[in-house]
T-cell receptor, first 116, second 112 residues
């Protein structure tokens, strides 16, 4: 299995500021993803974090708002830029690991963000 | 990924079996059926997945209808720790793996 940690676990931020969320995996993984879970809602995929190249964003999400880095096979960051209260959500990192049963997907504990 | 339909909520008593249904009538022949669950204040957790045959693991069983248009997640003996939101997801796998489309899921309440 893959163990994922995220920093920070939670934060309260002022509108107009930016927050960078870190995701660390305990093993090398090919695929890393960032999801968002708005209050009372289900999860929505933001983007695929590609190692050595630009992230691939899903419809409705853009690089200027959610820049992503992936410098190696165990680490990625997601920045939430120029935040507004609508960005208040849980942000989750996810990886696909072949070390589990088949191609199992694992999720981090999430970063709970509140924007005032 | 095919759209899935699940009941909004279900209740069970501790130590009793729980059958969580999912309809996926537009599933394609190569889509896998995945189940994840999300415990309170945690990220989703893999439960089980299958293609055509019924599957068993230490957490649960997955019963897949012969026409694959529906499936049922079976928790053989519910515990309080099984209270969670259960998501049924169909997924093609391959290069699109990791790009899961989550519905609203079923909120399972387990009573002592």
């Amino acid at each position: 299995s893959a163990v994922i940690s995220q920093k920070p676990s939670r934060d309260i931020c002022q509108r107009g500021t930016s927050l960078t969320i870190q995701c660390q995996v305990d093993s090398q993984v090919t695929m890393m993803f960032w999801y968002r879970q708005q209050p009372g809602q289900s999860l929505t995929l933001i983007a695929t974090a590609n190692q050595g190249s630009e992230a691939t964003y899903e419809s409705g999400f853009v690089i200027d708002k959610f820049p992503i880095s992936r410098p190696n096979l165990t680490f990625s960051t997601l920045t939430v830029s120029n935040m507004s209260p609508e960005d208040s959500s849980i942000y989750l990192c996810s990886v696909v690991s072949s070390s589990g049963p088949g191609e199992t997907q694992y999720f981090g504990p999430g970063t709970r963000l509140l924007v005032l | 990924d095919a759209k899935t339909t699940q009941p909004n909520s279900m209740e069970s008593n501790e130590e009793e079996p729980v059958h969580l249904p999912c309809n996926h009538s537009t599933i394609s022949g190569t889509d896998y059926i995945h189940w994840y669950r999300q415990l309170p204040s945690q990220g989703p957790e893999y439960v089980i997945h299958g293609l055509t045959s019924n599957v068993n693991n230490r957490m649960a069983s997955l019963a897949i209808a012969e026409d694959r248009k529906s499936s049922t997640l079976i928790l053989h003996r519910a515990t309080l720790r099984d209270a969670a939101v259960y998501y049924c997801i169909t997924h093609a796998g391959g290069t699109s793996y990791g790009k899961l489309t989550f519905g609203q899921g079923t909120i399972l309440t387990v009573h002592p």
